[in-house]
């Protein structure tokens, strides 16, 4: 049967990145956005098989309040749980102080502080605006600091918002530069409605360059208009080597109305694997742990990669 996960050597010489790292956020950005909850063992399992397929980095929850996100409220059940696969960071998006305690007393060793370039969405998704949503993370970033604790900072609607329509590469690069300022060692630039096409991801990532490093960057794209891919090589081409997905797609945002999942793991790994570049990742084994989510939600995931793997296969097994 032929396999999925065979790089292939390019006869093409490129400057591109050799290594790319996938944060896979599917248990967290996907079944956040989940109408029925998933059961915690189903998401453990679904955890358990996405770190067997090789992903070095999970996100695996949020401390968020169960008031707004019910979907995600075993987070501490999640936690004291989790698979202990060798070398796998598994994080959670902490909103505020409440959910950084949270986070500590539940072991979490790698955390997410969140906000966004739209006034608009920050109070949306966090009910206040940036400036308070940075004034809250001031204190468990350096908390987080402190204890040894990895923080990452998403950035949402950094190219388009729901509310406000097109947002300026100066907003961004504020609340980017406030939150390095702050001491985040990793920050994931988000396209949270999909609206990005290349030309965007170029000028975007050329003006972030003037304040964070590139491999403290990551890119982290939904694929509501079909860009996500085009917008992985233009951000390979500027020479990120970090980028976000979610199994089989899943995802979405429940405060960006009309927007689809995240650029599913499988297309990420599929068409950087052809290019000859190593992220670690089996897409057989990916392709299980998608199988298995999907089954759980009874309904077909969105990621084409992953359909054309089970068609294979179900092909194969006939
Ligand atoms: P609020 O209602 O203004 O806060 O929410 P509050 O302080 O008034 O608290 C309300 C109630 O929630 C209180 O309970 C608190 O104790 C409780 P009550 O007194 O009524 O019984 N509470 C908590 N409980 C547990 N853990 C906590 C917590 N905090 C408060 N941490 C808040 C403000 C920020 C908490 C809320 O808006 C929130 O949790 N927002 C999170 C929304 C969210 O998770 N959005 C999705 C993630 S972001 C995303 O998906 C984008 C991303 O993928 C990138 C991209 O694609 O763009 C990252
Ligand atoms: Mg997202």
């Not at 987080?144 to 406000?164: D, H, K, M, W």
């Not at 975007?204 to 694929?223: E, N, P, Y």
Request: charged share 20%.
């Amino acid at each position: 049967m032929m396999s999925h996960s065979q790089p292939r050597e390019s006869l093409v010489e490129t400057t591109l990145p050799k290594t790319v790292r996938v944060v896979e956020v599917g248990p967290r950005d996907g079944l956040q956005n989940e109408p029925e909850p998933v059961s915690t063992p189903h998401k453990l399992l679904f955890i358990q098989k996405l770190a067997e397929a090789g992903l070095k980095h999970i996100e695996a929850s949020s401390f968020v309040s169960p008031k707004w996100v019910p979907q995600l409220g075993d987070a501490e059940e999640i936690f004291a749980n989790l698979p202990q696969q060798a070398g796998v960071a598994y994080s959670a998006l902490v909103p505020n102080m409440k959910g950084f305690e949270r986070a500590v007393a539940s072991g979490v060793r790698h955390i997410a502080v969140f906000t966004a370039a739209s006034e608009t969405f920050v109070q949306h998704n966090m009910n206040m605006s940036i400036g308070a949503s940075l004034e809250n993370f001031k204190p468990i970033i350096a908390a987080a600091l402190q204890e040894n604790i990895s923080v990452r900072g998403y950035i949402s609607t950094c190219f388009v918002c729901p509310y406000e329509g097109e947002i300026s590469r100066q907003a961004v690069l504020d609340v980017t530069t406030r939150l390095v300022e702050l001491g985040v060692e990793e920050l994931s630039v988000g396209d949270t409605v999909g609206a990005a096409a290349p030309v965007d991801v170029y000028e975007l990532v050329g003006v972030l360059m003037s304040c964070v490093g590139l491999d403290q960057l990551s890119l982290h794209f939904h694929d509501t208009y079909g860009t996500a891919l085009a917008n992985v090589l233009a951000g390979l081409e500027m020479g990120v080597t970090t980028f976000d997905a979610s199994a089989g797609g899943l995802g979405g945002c429940p405060y960006a109305p009309g927007a689809s999942g995240n650029l599913a793991t499988e297309d990420l790994v599929y068409m950087l694997g052809r290019m000859g570049i190593e992220t670690g990742v089996d897409l057989d084994k990916l392709a299980e742990a998608s199988y298995f989510i999907q089954r759980t939600l009874g309904r077909p995931l969105p990621g084409k990669g992953l359909q054309r793997i089970l068609a294979t296969k179900a092909k194969a097994a006939n």
